[in-house]
T-cell receptor
Framework: DQQVKQNSPSLSVQEGRISILNCDYTNSMFDYFLWYKKYPAEGPTFLISISSIKDKNEDGRFTVFLNKSAKHLSLHIVPSQPGDSAVYFCAASNSNDYKLSFGAGTTVTVRA | DAGITQSPRHKVTETGTPVTLRCHQTENHRYMYWYRQDPGHGLRLIHYSYGVKDTDKGEVSDGYSVSRSKTEDFLLTLESATSSQTSVYFC????????????????FGPGTRLTVL
């Protein structure tokens, strides 16, 4: 039973516009959330994270929002660039455990 | 980039044969993980290690075993490969269980594409 769900398998966005990726989780014990980016034939790379004590974390063009009551987080990319075309994975963990639970991923395509 | 290598990068094998995948790190990180990536499933944890000779099962461990005799090496073995084990396998490492704020970034290797015919 997947505890982290990314219900949109793909997203297409025009260059310069905002990309919004969504992620839902079911385990209320999760208190740390991460986003990873993956290019074809490469391993995932860490992008941004957020602790449950915060509701927003920003790093350059990337912002993650956390809504604990809804068990929902989102990743905003503004503005979207062609190099952002990749698969994005949402992941979650409990700080008492070092295992990560991953969503199925969302493939983002940025159109010129 | 974290110093993580995986070998081989690609392998084709036949059903019933044993296969060993190797993960090597130069970061001296304590924790190491093996994941498989399949369409529609994201990354699923197979086994992990929290120290030399200390390993435990993940969510999809059936048919797999692991060994860690040195900090830098984590081996994944398919005792008798099956077609359902055709996948991309990723090794990951992390420094510690808990940093300030409960952080637990894992750093991934480049992956091994395994095909079982």
């Amino acid at each position: 039973d997947q505890q982290v769900k990314q219900n949109s398998p793909s997203l297409s966005v025009q260059e310069g516009r905002i990309s919004i990726l969504n992620c839902d989780y079911t385990n209320s014990m999760f208190d740390y959330f991460l986003w990873y980016k993956k290019y074809p034939a490469e391993g995932p790379t860490f992008l941004i994270s957020i602790s449950s004590i915060k509701d927003k974390n920003e790093d350059g063009r990337f912002t993650v929002f956390l809504n604990k009551s809804a068990k929902h987080l989102s990743l905003h990319i503004v503005p979207s660039q062609p190099g952002d075309s990749a698969v994005y994975f949402c992941a979650a963990s409990n700080s008492n455990d070092y295992k990560l639970s991953f969503g199925a991923g969302t493939t983002v395509t940025v159109r010129a | 980039d974290a110093g993580i290598t995986q070998s081989p990068r690609h392998k084709v094998t036949e059903t019933g044969t044993p296969v060993t995948l190797r993960c090597h790190q130069t970061e001296n990180h304590r924790y190491m993980y093996w994941y498989r990536q399949d369409p529609g499933h994201g990354l699923r944890l197979i086994h992990y290690s929290y120290g030399v000779k200390d390993t435990d099962k993940g969510e999809v461990s059936d048919g797999y075993s692991v060994s860690r005799s040195k900090t830098e090496d984590f081996l994944l073995t398919l005792e008798s490969a099956t077609s359902s084990q055709t996948s991309v396998y990723f090794c990951a490492i992390s420094l510690t269980l808990r940093l300030a704020g409960g952080q637990n970034e894992q750093f991934f290797g480049p992956g091994t594409r395994l095909t079982v015919l």
